[in-house]
């Protein structure tokens, strides 16, 4: 099988590899929504945030959360090539065209295939044209095709220099945020606030502007660079101008509830749980009216509030409330995966090891699976009931399907561990951890595992002389 990059569109590759097989339902809605935003597909059995209006988008995906889509793509895809008995697959591209979507493409399904398939590379002199339009560029954004987005912004800065509306500013900030460029993002975000201008449009992206401002020196900046006081500078611009009677916009209340859930991540960060609750309550009841009212696009950002106070009730030792919330929240986003792992998670800190099992149970049922998130809390859970056999077999799927070192290290740890309890001492040393990037958080506990097994290895050898 022959693949090659027919488009700058980032995922050029990755759709023709999945347009080789006869059928496509292989991949979920929101995997094909990624590849092809220009047909946007709505069904059943997505999240309210993949299903986002895009006109009132509230989330976007992050840099990891893309990547995650494109590894389980290439997993898939791997399982497709299997079971059409494909054995070698060449993709072909200019080397200077080629996409980081893409190499990640290849180089995660050379992972899945390892021996059975092999995966060839084979460079193209010819250059493709460039025929993205530059008016799709929000299309992109919506479905976290980050790299095509930035392409596009890229090809218009140099084109239109500083004459840029700031619709594309903010989309472009927004881009640069969320492959984590946030120093870049920022000076972006204030050339839209050094604007004067005074009409609904402008202000609605100038509000925004604020909050993500806001949220980049609360969550998204490097630690270093932190400052609850900017962040709080920031929402009290926004506020002020929201409750300004000049300043014209044309959903101020919407704005100014949404503008205090961030104020209440500045009081968490203060440490002023219980005020957090009570504002994010009352603004609940504020955004009930206004969905009542026909601003359906706010349930989304209920559930954000929601949310929030699930994680105040965690934080002060309230699983039962956390949880409860969470529950709340389901009933609303029946198919967000996130919602229900937290559940699961809170559980399992709590050692309400068999609840926590069926929500695994719920997830698989609803058919919303993150396949290495699954696999390593079923094996977490067999590992606290001291089945060491299943909780081995779980972690290693979860090992063999992870490619973010963020997870890897916790997961490596288990694995390790349950390997070390069934005293398979030549499979640990035979895993090669030399390539990841460890957590500190258990560098020190994997190491640990290592020199152990080494010494087991050698006090068995010694027992096995004959002397």
């Known amino acids: 099988m022959k693949i090659k990059k027919t488009s700058m ?4 590759i990755i759709a023709n590899t999945v347009k080789c097989f006869e059928k496509e339902n292989f991949l979920t809605t929101v995997e094909k929504n990624f590849l092809d935003p220009k047909n946007l597909k709505i069904t059943s059995g997505m999240s309210i945030t993949d299903s986002q209006n895009i006109n009132h988008q509230l989330r976007y995906f992050d840099l990891h959360r893309a990547l995650r889509l494109i590894n389980f793509i290439s997993y898939k895809v791997y399982q497709e090539l299997q079971s059409n008995k494909i054995k070698e697959i060449t993709f072909n591209f200019n080397t200077s065209q080629v ?28 250059k493709i044209a460039d025929e993205i339009n530059s008016e799709d560029m929000a299309f992109y954004l919506s479905v976290g095709d980050l790299w095509t987005s930035l392409k596009i912004g890229n090809d218009i800065l140099n084109s239109k220099g500083s004459n840029l509306d700031s619709q594309f500013i903010l989309n472009f900030a927004i881009t640069q945020n969320n492959l984590g460029n946030t120093m870049a993002g920022e000076a972006l975000l204030n050339q839209i606030l050094s604007k004067e201008v005074n009409n609904s449009t402008e202000n609605e992206i100038k509000i925004t502007s604020l909050y993500i401002l806001s949220m980049l020196y609360l969550r998204h900046h490097n630690k270093k660079f932190h400052s609850i006081e900017k962040a709080e500078n920031y929402l009290a611009q926004a506020f002020n101008l929201l409750n300004d009677s000049s300043f014209i916009h044309n959903d101020k209340q919407f704005k100014r509830i949404f503008n205090r859930n961030g104020y209440a991540l500045l009081l968490f960060k203060k440490n002023q749980i219980e005020e957090a609750i009570n504002l994010l309550e009352v603004k609940i009841r ?36 956390s949880v409860n919330l ?51 809390m079923k094996g977490y859970y067999f590992l606290q009931k001291e089945d060491y ?21 916790e997961i490596l740890y288990g694995y390790l561990y349950t390997l070390f309890k069934l005293e398979q001492y030549e499979t640990i040393l035979n895993i090669d951890v030399s390539g990841i990037n460890l957590d500190d958080d258990y560098k020190a506990d994997i190491v640990y595992i290592i020199n152990e097994t080494k010494g087991m290895r050698f006090k068995n050898n010694c027992e096995g002389l004959k002397i």
């Open 9 to 12: 569109i980032s995922t050029s």
């Open 99 to 126: 996409s980081e979507p893409e190499l990640f493409f290849i180089d995660r399904l050379k992972h899945y295939s390892q021996n059975n398939i092999d995966v060839k590379v084979a460079p193209q002199v010819n």
């Open 286 to 321: 504020e955004l009930d009216i206004l969905i009542s009212g026909g601003k359906e696009y706010a349930i989304l950002h209920k559930t954000v509030l929601l949310y929030n106070i699930s994680q105040c009730y965690n934080f002060l030792g309230d699983f039962r409330k």
């Open 326 to 376: 969470l529950k709340e929240i389901i009933e609303i986003d029946t198919y967000d995966a996130d919602y229900h792992y937290e559940i699961v998670k809170i559980l399992f800190d709590n050692d309400l090891l068999n609840e926590g099992f069926e929500w695994l149970e719920i997830i698989e049922d609803k058919n919303i699976v993150d396949l290495s998130i699954q696999s390593a």
């Open 389 to 409: 056999q299943e909780a081995a077999l779980h972690y290693e799927t979860a090992y063999y399907l992870e490619y973010n070192d963020r997870y890897t290290g």
